[in-house]
């Protein structure tokens, strides 16, 4: 895979979009998008970039594409490739067709989780993607069950009796590879092989595929817009953000960073962390860390590495 | 070939089989009493090899009308049956299925909301969905209930309307009651509802649509919403056009109602569904004491035949609108619309309302009587003592 390759293919997603300057969610779209050269039919949740890249009469897409409601774009997108399976069992259709949905946090591990575990229980040959940026940011950054714990949102309020966050995220990568389904993984486009590479396994894969991608949000998490990239490169190498897959049950890292980075570096490229680096919070910042070894542990296990 | 038959079916069973002669693209199905039976009918039909639809068994009602927007945008014939709560829990999603203009056929047997959990028929299902841009047709039986599933395939699907069709029955009364229908040759069927022809469908890969957008402060969401209205409206004569073509295969002629002893009545009750049964039965028994009483059955809520119901009832000295549903801290919803119609007339009928039948409570003989009664008062006095009672309540002290 070459990146003079990548460039050269036609984008799906086109520009003229409305993302903010920085935003991570169409770097990941794209970078997903040149996984396959077979037409996809995309369906995204509402959510940031739904409402940016199709305003009436204007769209971004040059993609069949759906967008139904907030909680729902696996069903959606179950719909639309049951119907593909129907019309051409029954000779109205011969053509090869992919089938992928964008959700956000928000959308996929909190309102839109039933929806999802329901569309990949069920088998349809869709991708979904979730690209994670840890909040509910086209609301205006409201924290869900992706948010990380400590950070600050505008419900989980930094004040003086409560350092943001109380909670852990929920580890969604882990709870869809719970479904049996043929592929998982998590990634990061800062590492854009890995990404683009995933991107073609969960499209070639026999079944549904769930890829959950971080996404830096330069409004929400409070980082220059051109530090997006490198945010979330800084995510993987401290471990809070891990690179690996599970296909067909087998869990494999994709990226074991060389040396294992203190994930205050991480914390100090973002806003939403620095009531963090107060006195008074700096038990915070041990816990966060044992809690990201632990998980770093596990996950090594799970993947044979130790 | 298959033979036209005349069975003892259920209205649940009469639908199922009308779905089996549709055999549409994909059939979203979800448990709910007192609908389950229709989707447990095609599954068997399903794995009996006598449909080749897809049946997507989804993990909700939401989700099952997500998957027919999805199926249905894409370009498919796209069917799915609820009820009561299932309806309640789609609710957002059907105002996308019109909004997104898809031919979507439900069907939707009747049957209270929680709370208190009540599994039985009324209308507040339907009522509560009453403007969400879906059309709505009522059955008075099984062969109803499977005359209006076949034809709500073409409504849908014509060109000039693209709006969902929800056909609704009565839970249990009808769904599970056993009755006479006559079902039409599959043959008949088959060719009758022919092909969809979709619109700009998601699956024509090489002209790529985008549907959903965000369409804000600067774009045409008013010129949209008056788009649909106008969709609507025309769907009137799109009704009665695909009912002559029915009529043609079925020998059944249906209309937005269906009038009984009307023409030479002085009262006479408008209603929904089976309790039309009892009424006409109550029509016949005082008509024979020479009381000039009639009933006017409505077929079609949306688009709502205002004009037509007018000149149906104008001539009446008092009507009384049976609701089977409640709005809380106003009318019946039937009565509301019906009592507005006829307001521009000159000289008008008294209009009346009783809820009856709430949560399956029995609509009897009686209390068709007791209603025809009470309308004879008011169109030998003039007078009307109360515009707003019930039938049927129990007259006991319940905990307020």
């Known amino acids: 895979m ?125 991708v979904y993607v979730c690209y994670d940026n840890g909040a509910y940011m086209n609301t205006g950054i409201q924290r869900s069950s992706a948010t990380p714990r400590g950070a600050w949102t505008t419900t989980s309020e930094v004040g003086k009796v409560q350092p943001g966050k109380k909670q852990n995220r929920k580890n969604l990568t882990a709870c869809i590879a719970a479904h049996d389904i043929p592929y998982v993984a998590q990634a990061s486009p800062a590492f854009w092989k890995d990404l683009v590479r995933k991107s073609t396994k969960a499209f070639e894969a026999d079944g549904p595929a769930f890829l ?26 401290t471990c809070f953000w891990p690179l690996y897959e599970v296909e067909n049950g087998e869990w ?9 980075k203190p994930l205050v570096e991480w914390f100090k490229t973002q806003g939403r962390f620095k009531h963090l680096f107060k006195p008074e919070n700096e038990h915070l910042l041990e816990e966060l860390q044992e809690k990201v070894d632990k998980d770093w542990e596990r996950l090594l296990k799970l993947c044979g590495e130790v | 070939m298959s033979k036209k038959r005349i069975v003892a079916t259920t209205g649940n069973g009469a639908v199922a089989e009308a779905m089996r002669q549709i055999n549409p693209d994909i059939l979203s199905i ?70 997104m203009r898809l031919p979507i056929a439900m069907f939707n047997v009747n049957r209270a909301l929680s709370a208190p959990i009540n599994i039985h028929c009324d209308h507040s299902d339907s009522m509560g969905a009453r403007d969400t841009s879906w059309i709505q047709l009522y059955s008075e039986d099984a062969q109803e209930a499977y005359d209006n599933t076949i034809q709500a395939i ?61 369409d804000g402060l600067g774009g045409f969401f ?27 295969i079925s020998g059944r002629k249906y209309g937005f109602f269906e009038e009984y002893m009307l023409d030479d009545a002085e009262v006479a009750i408008v209603t929904l569904n089976s309790s039309a049964g009892t009424t006409r039965h109550v029509v016949d028994e005082l008509r024979a004491k020479g009381v000039p009483v009639g009933l006017l059955k409505l077929r079609v809520f949306r688009p709502f035949p205002a004009e037509e119901l007018v000149n149906a009832l104008k001539h009446l000295k008092a009507v009384a609108v049976l609701d089977r549903a409640l709005s809380f801290g106003s009318v019946g919803p039937l009565f509301s619309e019906v009592k507005a119609t006829l307001f521009d007339l000159e000289v008008r009928p008294k209009v009346i309302n009783f809820i009856y039948g709430l949560g399956g409570r029995e609509y009897t003989l009686q209390d068709a009587k007791r209603a025809f009664d009470v309308l004879m008062d008011v169109a030998k006095t003039g007078k009307v003592k109360k515009t707003f009672d019930y039938l049927g309540l129990k007259e006991v002290e319940v905990l307020t």
């Open chain 1, 2 to 126: 070459k990146i003079k390759d990548l460039a050269a293919k036609k984008e799906k997603l086109t520009c003229g979009h409305r993302l903010c300057a920085g935003c991570g969610a169409p770097i990941v779209a794209r970078q997903i998008l040149m996984g396959t050269d077979e037409p996809v039919v995309v369906a995204c949740a509402t959510g940031c970039l739904e409402v940016s890249t199709t305003i009436y009469p204007s769209t971004a897409w040059d993609a069949p594409y759906i967008h139904s409601a907030f909680e729902n774009a696996g069903a959606t997108i179950g719909g639309v490739e049951a119907a593909y399976r129907s019309l051409k069992r029954r000779g109205k259709l011969d053509k090869e067709i992919k089938f992928i949905a964008f959700g956000g946090d928000g959308g996929t591990y909190d309102i839109g989780f039933q929806s999802l575990s329901g569309v990949i229980e069920r088998g349809h040959n869709i």
């Open chain 1, 212 to 237: 959950n991608v971080i996404a830096p949000c330069p409004r929400g998490w409070r980082h220059p817009s051109d530090q997006t990239l490198r945010i979330a490169k800084l995510a993987v190498e």
């Open chain 1, 252 to 260: 494999k890292l994709t990226y074991k960073p060389k040396e294992k």
């Open chain 2, 30 to 99: 979800y448990p709910i009493t007192p609908q389950t039976a229709i989707v447990e009918g095609f599954s068997k039909f399903a794995a009996n090899g006598l449909v080749d639809t897809e049946c997507v068994t989804v993990e909700s009602e939401h989700s099952s009308m997500s998957n027919c927007i999805g199926a249905s945008a894409a370009g498919a014939r796209v069917m799915t049956a609820t009820s009561s709560q299932g309806l309640a829990l789609m609710h957002e999603m059907l105002y996308i299925a019109s909004g």
């Open chain 2, 154 to 214: 073409r409504i849908a699907e014509n060109r000039k309307v693209l709006l969902p069709v929800m056909v609704n029955m009565d839970g249990f009364i009808i769904s599970h009651g056993i009755q006479k229908a006559e079902f039409i040759e599959d043959e008949k069927v088959k060719n009758f509802v022919g092909e969809r022809e979709p619109f700009m469908p998601l699956l024509d890969i090489d002209n790529p649509v985008t549907y959903g957008p965000f």
């Open chain 2, 222 to 248: 008013m010129e949209h919403k008056k788009n649909q209205a106008d969709a609507m409206e025309r769907a009137k004569s799109v009704i009665l056009e695909v009912a002559d073509e029915f009529a043609k």
